[in-house]
């Protein structure tokens, strides 16, 4: 632990660290349980995969944006802690796997070293903040919406209120009305929009794919920028005091909005503005780093070996930019896997010749901004070297997946494999399809959509599938007609068919071939919603026959040894089975944290703390009673009913609800800091007091 102590400048950053440290050595002594501890540690980026005794390390970069620096300093602690391999997220992260958890402090230093965080990239709290690849050179865009996601980032990064919700909660940006950020599967989706002169955005709410996908709703057609970060504010509250918090399987934004409505959210919003310490705040978008781009003074002259190839690869991986003279280029990178070799010469190569970063974008690839056209010769050449010049960039080729059964806990079928084998057909058998834009395709290893496949015009999850004999053999879920529709509309695609894995390539045949002989020219959604699903199960319904399989059907894609179904714990939630000392301890940490803040001034998030505090301690009560803790509402009127109704515990303001959510009936001054602490306090003491009396 001492050994990165002083190498971090930032007191808080160190904190954090050391307190993960410290955190593992209770683990490892027996003074934490195991699932607290989970909760903890996905919090800071630290992620269970599938193989016992090695962590996934996911690395949180905010919508995507990587500068050369980073890159390098990302590959370094890959090769130090891991295996040299970087793979490229959905949520624009980096992931790194097999790192022993007990180095995990040092490697979350060497990361800060370089401004790169851990920091709530997994865990109850706010993710990732996406957006569109082409932020700040798009030629659509209104404005450019950098700033204001990355002052979404900061203010959202380690504040109270969001902490340890009952779910995560996605946040996206998109650029423009084509919705490339995806705002219709996310909690809260902000879409650009100018009115007036007046910089702005649509705010689409409570999306979401997994088992059951939802389509987000419009809170705002438009919403002033110095209002999104106190409306994002109110609706954390909304989603921490209202979300459920048992069942894991109801547990996101979009059950909360199927079960109160739009004008329910609304109300309950509202509500929480009182507590909100601003109004509004403004986002100084001037203020934001411009991108410093490379003088080239003598451009080498190469020599184009395939100048075919070179051609298909313009016409196929460029991006037009809005800036005169420059354009994007875009780099394909299979299943996101790419290597620390080819990193940091990516990183010397964007130095030279662009300006300095590279963007990881939602189909796992890479892009290049601001690179001059008269450099695109030698970028290609030097990209060439590196295998980063496969043509078909955001094409119908280039397949999202998740890591499925490679490494994640959830997997029941390869994803990596099959989307290998589909890519492969593709290129062999329809190479028209590398330049085509219509088609998105994706695969998930299981329900839970990591790699949105409910979303994509043609998608597969991973399944299992019986034979009559009771043998049990990997399958796909054949999904279509989901597709994009731009401004925060969307069509999410119907399960048409279960079939054996190993005739996924048959069925994306059969689907293609009918595809090119009857569409048209229309897109491939308008084209299924013209059939209808009833047509495409006609013809892929005898791929499902699976009374007798041939052997090797009962290998997956990608594998060897023959299938067996094993699926672990999932962490995507941060499941918490919580112990009655530990949430006390929890509570007296948390009014230690709302002492400091009010130290430091931050009278709101003082007053946070001090709530959670008051939440936990009745929590714990209730559930030494076995009494229903579902929501941070069901603790708050449960206890009443439990205990303060029948005299058992006596509270001052006359019940539970009136003490605790005064948070809501009061501005947070310091005045009301002051006395909410000393409630909070006061109120630990008594239930650590009956709770000693009743064991």
């Known amino acids: 632990m001492q050994s990165f102590r002083s190498e971090i400048e930032n007191p808080i950053v160190e904190k954090d660290i050391v307190e993960l440290a410290n955190k593992i050595e209770m683990f490892h002594n027996g003074k934490i349980d195991e699932e607290k501890f989970r909760s903890l540690r996905l919090a800071r980026g630290v992620y269970g995969q599938r193989q016992e005794g090695v962590q996934m390390i996911r690395i949180k970069l905010p919508y995507g944006k990587v500068a050369s620096n980073q890159l390098r300093r990302i590959s370094d602690v890959s090769d130090e802690y891991s295996r040299g391999r970087l ?149 954390l509250r909304v989603f921490d005091r209202h979300g459920e918090r048992k069942s894991r399987a109801k547990a996101r934004m979009k059950f909360l909005m199927a079960k109160i409505g739009l004008d329910g959210f609304k109300a309950l919003v509202e509500e929480q503005r009182i507590a909100v310490p601003y109004k509004k705040v403004a986002i100084d978008a001037e203020a934001y780093p411009q991108p410093v781009i490379a003088e080239v003074k003598d451009i080498p002259q190469v020599a184009i070996k395939d100048q075919a190839a070179y051609e298909n690869w313009k016409k196929a991986n460029l991006i037009p930019q809005k800036q005169e003279g420059y354009v994007a280029v875009g780099i394909k990178v299979l299943l996101g896997d790419f290597y620390t070799k080819e990193a940091r010469l990516l990183a010397d190569l964007v130095d030279k010749y662009a300006a300095g970063e590279v963007r990881l974008t939602l189909r796992q690839n890479i892009v290049i901004p601001f690179v001059k056209e008269e450099l695109l010769p030698v970028v290609y050449t030097e990209l060439e070297k590196l295998g980063f010049v496969e043509a078909g960039y955001n094409k119908a080729v280039d397949i999202t997946a998740c890591p499925g059964t490679d490494t994640c806990n959830l997997g029941i079928a390869s994803s990596t494999g099959i989307a290998e084998e589909l890519e492969r057909v593709i290129k062999e058998e329809y190479p028209s399809y590398v330049n085509n834009t219509d088609l998105v395709i994706k695969i998930s290893g299981c329900m839970n959509a990591c790699g949105q496949h409910n979303m994509a015009n043609i998608g597969f999850q991973g399944m299992t599938i019986r034979t009559k004999d009771k043998k049990v053999a990997p399958a796909l879920q054949v999904l279509l007609g989901g597709g994009n529709l731009g401004n925060g509309d969307a069509r999410f695609a119907d399960k048409v068919v279960k079939i054996p894995a190993k005739r996924g390539p048959e069925a994306l045949r059969r689907i293609f071939n009918d595809y090119e002989a009857n569409a048209n020219g229309l897109p491939f959604v308008e084209y299924y919603i013209e059939k209808g699903e009833r047509y495409f199960y006609d013809f892929l319904t005898d791929l499902s026959e699976a009374d007798e399989l041939p052997a090797d059907f009962f290998v997956d894609w990608g594998n060897k040894e023959e299938y067996v179904k094993a699926i672990g714990v999932g962490e995507c939630a941060g499941v918490v089975i919580d112990l009655i000392e530990t949430l006390f301890l929890e509570s007296d940490e948390k009014i230690a944290n709302a002492k400091a803040a009010f130290e430091e001034g931050k009278w709101s998030d003082a007053i946070y703390f001090a709530y959670t505090s008051q939440i936990n301690s009745a929590k714990a009560i209730l559930l030494a009673e076995k009494k229903k803790t579902n929501t941070q509402a069901d603790i708050v009127k449960n206890f009443d009913n439990e205990f303060v109704g029948n005299g058992q515990i006596a509270i001052e303001a006359g019940s539970f609800s009136q003490q605790v959510f005064a948070i809501n009936q009061n501005e947070p001054t310091k005045e009301f800091a002051t006395d909410y602490i000393a409630v909070a306090e006061k109120f630990l003491a008594s239930v650590r007091a009956f709770r000693a009396a009743s064991v």
């Open 87 to 235: 793979h490229i997220t959905t949520r624009q992260d980096i992931q790194i796997h097999y790192v022993d958890l007990n180095r995990t402090p040092e490697l979350w230093a060497e990361l800060e070293k370089d401004n790169v965080t851990l920091r709530e990239a997994c865990g109850n709290v706010v993710r990732n903040v996406t957006a569109s690849e082409t932020a700040g050179f798009d030629v659509n865009e209104p404005f450019d919406i950098q700033p204001y996601a990355h002052a979404i980032f900061e203010e959202f990064l380690r504040n109270p209120i969001c902490q340890e919700m009952g779910r995560k909660f996605k946040v996206s940006f998109s650029s423009t009305e084509e919705d490339t950020g995806l705002s219709y599967m996310h909690d809260i989706g902000f879409i650009a929009k100018e009115e007036n002169g007046v910089r702005g955005f649509k705010i689409m709410v409570a999306g979401g794919l997994g088992s059951q996908p939802r389509a987000a709703e419009a809170l705002y057609e438009f919403l002033p920028s110095d209002e999104i970060i106190p409306l994002m504010n109110a609706i």
